[in-house]
């Protein structure tokens, strides 16, 4: 069992930044961070595996970075730019085995509780 810890969400406007921690208790390959906003589905945000390559959904692109400190067992998710369709709660998500699909909730074993994350205009 590995346990989620995250921290960092918060009220900003818009355009400003905000960086989100995920502490795991234990070694994990991907990590990844999903949102959901009120009425949607939960979506895919980004990922890194244990190497440090990383993925990310196309409306963050180069305004989110994800990152991790192997040492810590943490991720991070530095958020740029942002826009108020960004809010939503953000979810930590740790995988024990690689996967192609790190953009499926269901390839993750582990979840953090979440954090909200809300972006006035």
């Known amino acids: 069992q590995v346990q989620l810890v995250e921290s960092g969400g918060g009220l900003v406007q818009a355009g400003e930044s905000l960086r989100l921690s995920c502490a795991a208790s234990?070694?994990?390959?991907?990590m990844g961070w999903f949102r959901q906003a009120p009425g949607r589905e939960r979506e895919f945000v980004a990922a890194?595996?244990?190497?440090?390559?990383?993925y990310y959904v196309d409306s963050v692109k180069g305004r989110f970075s994800i990152s991790r400190d192997n040492a810590k067992n943490t991720v991070y998710l530095q958020m740029n730019t942002l826009k108020p369709e960004d809010t939503a709660v953000y979810y930590c998500?740790?995988?024990?085995?690689?996967?192609?699909?790190?953009?499926?909730?269901?390839?993750?074993?582990?979840w953090g509780q979440g954090t909200q994350v809300t972006v006035s205009s």
């Open positions: 998500a740790a995988a024990n085995i690689g996967s192609g699909r790190y953009y499926e909730p269901y390839a993750y074993d582990w």
């Open positions: 234990r070694r994990t390959y991907n």
């Open positions: 890194i595996n244990w190497s440090s390559t990383t």
